[in-house]
């Protein structure tokens, strides 16, 4: 089973600033089969990226994904008031597929 | 647009099955281009993929979960179904409903239902 451990647990920001979340995982992630989840409280999961680095339809370009291996990258260029949110990661290259523990992005 | 609702009891006592359906509207479930998954989150914590399931019946379960998960779907009534037994405290928690597309792997959750809140108690 692929461990993700995401980092760190919280981030204080404030609007305008430049949020960057990591995704390790514990061995590499199969042709950087990797997602990103929004979760804002009392919702569903919102898919934001897929493949590491691809932007789901709909999805702001302020939100960016990188990395490859075991190392992966959320990019969150200007935060928005509506940005502030827990993030997950999550991997698909392998079974079982896992999440991280999340990333909450808080205002500072 | 496609739409997943989740449905069933919202308490279950220790060491009965829980039992979840998920309807999905606006697209067919039989279609060969998706897999259905159930993924749950216990109260303030994160997220754990529970198992998946194609049209046909093919499934994968998360190990850590296996004998006790069955997964079921039903194309005539567009429905997949989750089954949990022997439930304790520990399996409390927003049970959600999601679609995977699928090619030569299956891929990532795109689509959501809003969640239900089950919880295991006397």
């Known amino acids: 089973e692929i461990v993700l451990t995401q980092s760190p647990a919280t981030l204080s920001l404030s609007p305008g600033e430049r949020a960057t979340l990591s995704c390790g995982a514990s061995?590499?992630?199969?042709?950087?089969?990797l997602a990103w989840y929004q979760q804002k409280p009392g919702l569903a999961p919102r898919l934001l990226i897929y493949?590491?680095?691809s932007r789901a339809t709909g999805i702001p370009d302020r939100f960016s994904g990188s990395g490859s291996g075991t190392d992966f990258t959320l990019t969150i260029s200007r935060l928005e008031p509506e940005d502030f949110a827990v993030y997950y990661c999550?991997?698909?290259?392998?079974?079982?597929?896992?999440f991280g523990q999340g990333t909450k992005v808080e205002i500072k | 647009q496609l739409q997943l609702q989740e449905s069933g009891p919202g308490l279950v006592k220790p060491s009965e099955t829980l039992s979840l359906t998920c309807t999905v509207s606006?697209?067919?479930?039989?279609?060969?281009?998706?897999?259905w998954g159930w993924i749950r989150q216990p109260p303030g914590k994160g997220l754990e993929w529970i198992g998946s399931?194609?049209?046909?019946?093919?499934?994968y379960y998360n190990p850590s979960l296996k004998s006790r998960v069955t997964i079921s779907v039903d194309t005539s009534k567009n429905q997949l179904s989750l089954r949990l037994s022997s439930v304790t405290a520990a399996d409390t928690a927003v049970y959600y409903c999601?679609?995977?597309?699928?090619?030569?792997?299956?891929?990532?959750?795109?689509?959501w239902g809003q969640g239900t809140l089950v919880t295991v108690s006397s």
């Open positions: 999601a679609r995977q597309g699928t090619g030569n792997i299956v891929y990532y959750f795109d689509y």
């Open positions: 606006g697209g067919s479930i039989s279609s060969s281009s998706y897999y």
């Open positions: 399931i194609s049209y046909s019946g093919s499934t």
């Open positions: 061995q590499s992630v199969s042709s950087s089969y």
């Open positions: 493949e590491a680095s």
């Open positions: 999550q991997q698909y290259g392998s079974s079982p597929w896992t």
